[in-house]
């Protein structure tokens, strides 16, 4: 599965940015993709993550309530809809896919591909 992620870029705080998420190879059928960012000197830090059948959510306790996930079947494609942008979310995001259950979705070592990774750079 090849994933590749877009849409990082350089924003004010306060302002939006929406990620996207898309695989070239097959569809995420039977899969949950989620989102990690990683800031430097940091470790991997959960985002949100959403199963492709269903529709179920979830998100990290830092971002809950300001960032939103959702996915477009036609396009294959997961977004990460990003609002009221704060300095302490700049990292570079990173999209991948797991098939484990909801109580590991949080866990990055249960994701078995990854994007290449979007940087999202937030002035203050």
């Known amino acids: 599965v090849q994933l590749q992620a877009s849409g990082g870029g350089l924003v004010q705080a306060g302002g939006s940015l929406r990620l996207s998420c898309t695989t070239t190879?097959?569809?995420?059928?039977?899969?949950?993709v989620g989102w990690f960012r990683q800031a430097p000197g940091k470790e991997r830090e959960f985002v949100a993550a959403?199963?492709?059948?269903?529709?179920?959510?979830g998100y990290g306790d830092s971002v809950r309530g300001r960032l939103t996930i959702s996915k477009d079947i036609a396009k294959n494609t997961v977004y990460l809809q990003m609002n009221s942008l704060k300095a302490e979310d700049t990292a570079v995001y990173y999209c991948g896919v797991t098939r484990g259950p909801y109580s590991t979705w949080s866990t990055s070592n249960v994701y078995i591909y990854w994007g290449q990774g979007t940087l999202v750079t937030v002035s203050s």
């Open positions: 190879v097959r569809t995420f059928s039977n899969y949950v």
């Open positions: 959403i199963r492709w059948s269903g529709g179920t959510t």
